[in-house]
């Protein structure tokens, strides 16, 4: 799927969901774009999909064996020439690491995705969630995401 050039997004469902899902996901992305003044030439990618794919990402780059939830790639806050389209960052979030946590907490599976892109998102705005402090600010940041794209 092409990025959409008017906003620079490009949103990839691999598994099938709903409209709403992929709407709520889009008014995500488009706020976090706005919030945290990601450049209009900048391409945001977010790949949903299963957890053979996180499973490999996270092999390949983490070293780590198994799916996680979720994962981001910030690529680069600067381009090569002012006019030129570049990517900001990638975040790939597993479906199905998505409906068992949503389970888990009692939540829907789209306020688990919408949850888990926030978070990746916020890892290419330079969050990080490397000790309990920074996890706490980070998860208050994501809520409070996901909440204004609702």
Not at 62 to 83: C, N, Q, S, Y
Not at 112 to 130: C, I, P, Q, S, T
Request: glycine share 6%.
């Amino acid at each position: 799927m092409a990025p959409n050039t008017s906003s620079r997004i490009c949103l990839r469902i691999l598994p099938k969901l709903s409209r709403t899902s992929r709407r709520r996901l889009e008014a995500l992305i488009g706020r976090y774009r706005e919030r945290y003044d990601v450049p209009r030439q900048a391409v945001v990618e977010v790949t949903i999909a299963d957890d053979a794919l996180l499973a490999e990402l996270n092999r390949e780059y983490r070293r780590r064996e198994g799916p996680t939830d979720v994962l981001a790639f910030p690529i680069g806050r600067d381009p090569v020439e002012p006019e030129d389209v570049w990517l900001w960052g990638e975040v790939y979030v597993s479906v199905d690491r998505a409906r068992e946590q949503a389970e888990s907490r009692g939540a829907t599976l789209d306020e688990e995705l919408a949850a888990l892109v926030a978070h990746g998102l916020l890892h290419l705005a330079g969050y990080d969630d490397d000790s309990d402090e920074a996890r706490a600010r980070m998860e208050r940041a994501g809520s409070d995401l996901a909440a204004e794209a609702e």
